[in-house]
């Protein structure tokens, strides 16, 4: 081409500002600000287009860029200006803030001059500053959870899930053999998951998989190829299909209560990638928040559990017989209930002890409960006293029920049982009343018996 005047190509060089200048699509001059931004030389971009070093999802503002000049034409403007990304040799890829023009050469050919300003570091800042309002956005559900005494963990994976962009996320929580907590000797159980299908999958915590070693560890541990690893085959479902994941151990100060797992089907390869930042952070707020959790609702449980029996205490009876009648009478089911007395509590203690009596009273409640069927409630009333509920039970079958709770009580200590059925609208107190008097029937009867108030 017929070069500018020399005072124009002195501005053109030395331009800080990115500069190039095409015709019928490929660049014809460079300055080396341009060169510098996509970090080629000049003579690998004269007679190129910028198709090489374009993004590929914004290969389309290469194909609009025609339209969009002419629609801006016929406005009146002489300009266009638009985000792109590029793409450096070595795959850093670079925002430019991209300011397009039409102007004619010397001989009346039609050039486009190009004006891509790095904006890097913006749209970076903008991108953390987006994740960290999306991270305080996810944090304050989380604790409004748990201030509402909602369960926050279906929360916690949710959010790990967005934040992560992950395919999967889930929660595994520590539980013993029989499904209760447990201190590590147990499995890892799935409590919460992003998809369906996961939750309740088991993983051992004696196993070589990652999530049992962060919880052994206590460290975050990141797999960036887990393709064909067989330790993943002790990970939950769903686990299989991921390239990359993180397991982040959930510190609380009673140890790990959890392990927050997160999947991608992308690579993701250093702890500094943006994705495992946001699990990471993430974690340290799903941890205190799990932990204020789990305290609020010991602090519930202490209030309505026996600590001697683990049974519900007279509240937390109350709470479950209210219950049960208001469940039995909206659908026409009887409700059964018992008052059980161990017989000469008060004898035996003096003679072996309190220490023997505790024994003896958690010893009944073991017995009792295990007598008894799914749904049915037993309740240490006070003292030696157990309260049982029975719903949908009829009499004729309480009282063979509540016959094998007494020969099952009786290997350890004597009982005495009365019992009464719900007759019409009957309220639980009332109901309760007449079963403490079968009782005393029984005791008056020579104990070691089950009375029905019925038969009195």
Known sequence: MNGPPDLFTTIFVASPVPIGLCEDGVFIAVNPALCELFARPEAELLGS???????????HTNRDIGGVLAAARARGESAVQLEKRYVRPDGEVVWAWLTVTMTSGPNGE????????DVTDRKAAESALRRSEARSAALNRIARCVQERRDPRQEVVDSAHALAGGCLAA?????????????????????AASVPGV???????????????????????????????????????GTARARSLVCCP?????????????CWDRAVAAPGDEAVQAVLQLADGAAVALGHARLVAELEASATTDALTGLPNRRGWDEHLSHLAAVCERGGEP??????????????NDAEGHLAGDR????????VRAELRTGDVVARWGGEEFTIALPGCPADAARVLLERVRLAVRTARGCS?????????????????RADEALYAAKRAGRDRVVDAASR
């Open 171 to 191: 929660l595994l929580e520590p539980r013993d053999a029989g499904g209760g907590a447990g201190d590590g000797a147990g499995v890892l159980e799935v409590t």
């Open 360 to 367: 003896l009273l958690a010893e009944v409640a073991r017995r």
């Open 417 to 433: 049982i009365g019992f009464a059925t719900r007759s019409g609208a009957e309220g639980p107190e009332a109901l309760l009343r």
């Open 49 to 59: 287009s910028t198709v090489p070093f374009t993004h590929p999802d914004d290969l």
């Open 250 to 262: 959930l510190t609380t100060p009673g140890g790990v209560a959890a392990v927050l797992l997160v």
């Open 110 to 117: 039609e050039w486009t001059l190009i004006h891509p300003q």
């Open 335 to 348: 409700l059964t209930v018992a008052v059980l007395d161990v017989d000469r509590f008060k004898a035996y």
């Open 199 to 237: 939750v309740g999958a088991l993983v051992p915590l004696r196993s070589r998989s990652w999530t049992a070693e962060a919880h052994r560890s206590g460290e975050v541990v990141l797999v960036p190829d887990a393709a064909g690893d067989p330790r993943g085959r002790h990970e939950p479902p």
